[in-house]
């Protein structure tokens, strides 16, 4: 077990404590700190048994601390993980890492550096149905991959006010990119390798603030599939992720994490309806088992750190994640096709 701390108490921070308090023999959360230290998050503190504390300084500075799980803006995540990491914490960041490669791989050095756990909360990694989907591509069963695409909406952005950090075009790049394309991105690097090129546009649409409602981009891999990602921030909630090969594709259905959704359907219910077509015969429909996959993030996370196996997401992966994020937005800047 080890004692960590919440660092951003918002809607996603109190989904992450409630994803392990009481139930994890992993981790445990001890402390907490937050921008504001506001009534709400006082109560999530008192709720959960851990002390809140004023400054992140006090946080990485216990040494009754073993690790910080980071849910803050992401532009300061770089910045807190090379903090934490001089201080001898493990880190668990939420996704984005970081906006640009350099901050990710100065921040991966520092943690290299310091011999700590690095966790990325690519949480979709961890459902049974992802495991499922890369071991039928790893077996050849799906024969060659052709392409992979999704799709990622919510309706967050509609209730979005002026000064709310996920409003700023420059922490939320590209409207739905950071806040949910990336899990897509990651599962792209996951089941194809690397991605060699990307071509992105992204605008806004329907949203009151200044920022972007409707992104597009397309994908090739280094191996020589083609990719598809379109997200949507001012419409229904939504996931589909389809992977499709020369002896059939599969399709998984889904949730997005929708602001004012319960925390069990944020947690339990990312994946639902999944189909496999081959190329003859009927395909097969089932539903997704009921997982609840940020539990199954911090677990994973704390046991690597306590000496067990690596956390899924490697560094390599995560850097090369955030080396795509910033060949997207600088590709839907240009208009032109971007390499990575």
């Known amino acids: 077990m080890i004692n960590a701390a919440i660092v951003g108490l918002g809607w996603w921070g109190k989904t992450l404590v409630e994803a392990v308090s009481g139930v994890s023999d992993q981790i445990k959360f001890v402390a907490g700190t937050t921008r504001s230290l506001s009534d709400d998050a006082k109560a999530v503190a008192k709720e959960h048994n851990f002390e809140l504390r004023k400054t992140y300084d006090d946080i990485i500075n216990d040494p009754d601390i073993d690790a910080v799980v980071l849910v803050t803006p992401n532009s300061m995540h770089s910045g807190q993980t090379i903090a934490a990491a001089e201080k001898g914490k493990h880190v668990f960041c939420e996704k984005p890492f970081a906006l640009t490669e350099s901050d990710a791989a100065a921040a991966v050095a520092a943690t290299e550096?310091?011999?700590?756990?690095?966790?990325?909360?690519?949480?979709?990694?961890?459902?049974?149905?992802?495991?499922?989907?890369?071991?039928?591509?790893?077996?050849?069963?799906?024969?060659?991959?052709?392409?992979?695409?999704?799709?990622?909406?919510?309706?967050?952005?509609?209730?979005?006010?002026?000064?709310?950090?996920?409003?700023?075009?420059?922490?939320?790049?590209?409207?739905?990119?950071?806040?949910?394309?990336?899990?897509?991105?990651?599962?792209?690097?996951?089941?194809?390798?690397?991605?060699?090129?990307?071509?992105?546009?992204?605008?806004?649409?329907?949203?009151?603030?200044?920022?972007?409602?409707?992104?597009?981009?397309?994908?090739?891999?280094?191996?020589?599939?083609?990719?598809?990602?379109?997200?949507?921030?001012?419409?229904?909630?939504?996931?589909?992720?389809?992977v499709y090969g020369s002896k059939g594709f599969v399709k998984l259905e889904g949730m997005t994490h929708v602001a004012g959704a319960?925390?069990?359907?944020?947690?339990?219910?990312?994946?639902?309806?999944?189909?496999?077509?081959?190329?003859?015969?009927?395909?097969?429909?089932?539903?997704?088992?009921?997982?609840?996959?940020?539990?199954?993030?911090?677990?994973?996370?704390?046991?690597?750190?306590?000496?067990?196996?690596?956390?899924?997401?490697?560094?390599?992966?995560?850097?090369?994640c955030a080396a795509v994020t910033e060949a997207i937005v600088d590709s839907a800047n240009s208009g032109q096709p971007e390499k990575i």
């Open 113 to 242: 550096a310091a011999g700590v756990t690095l966790g990325v909360g690519y949480n979709r990694r961890f459902h049974p149905e992802m495991n499922q989907l890369r071991e039928m591509i790893k077996s050849g069963e799906l024969g060659t991959i052709l392409h992979v695409e999704a799709t990622m909406t919510f309706p967050n952005a509609l209730a979005l006010k002026a000064d709310a950090w996920r409003a700023s075009r420059d922490e939320t790049p590209c409207g739905g990119l950071t806040p949910m394309g990336v899990h897509a991105i990651d599962g792209m690097i996951d089941l194809c390798g690397e991605i060699d090129q990307v071509y992105a546009q992204s605008f806004r649409r329907a949203v009151a603030v200044d920022a972007d409602d409707t992104t597009s981009i397309l994908f090739r891999m280094k191996e020589g599939m083609s990719g598809y990602l379109a997200t949507m921030t001012a419409t229904g909630g939504g996931f589909n992720f389809q």
């Open 262 to 320: 319960s925390s069990e359907e944020r947690r339990y219910r990312l994946f639902g309806n999944c189909t496999y077509k081959p190329l003859k015969g009927p395909a097969r429909v089932w539903e997704a088992q009921q997982y609840d996959v940020s539990r199954a993030a911090l677990d994973a996370f704390a046991r690597a750190a306590q000496g067990g196996d690596p956390y899924a997401i490697t560094n390599a992966e995560t850097i090369h």
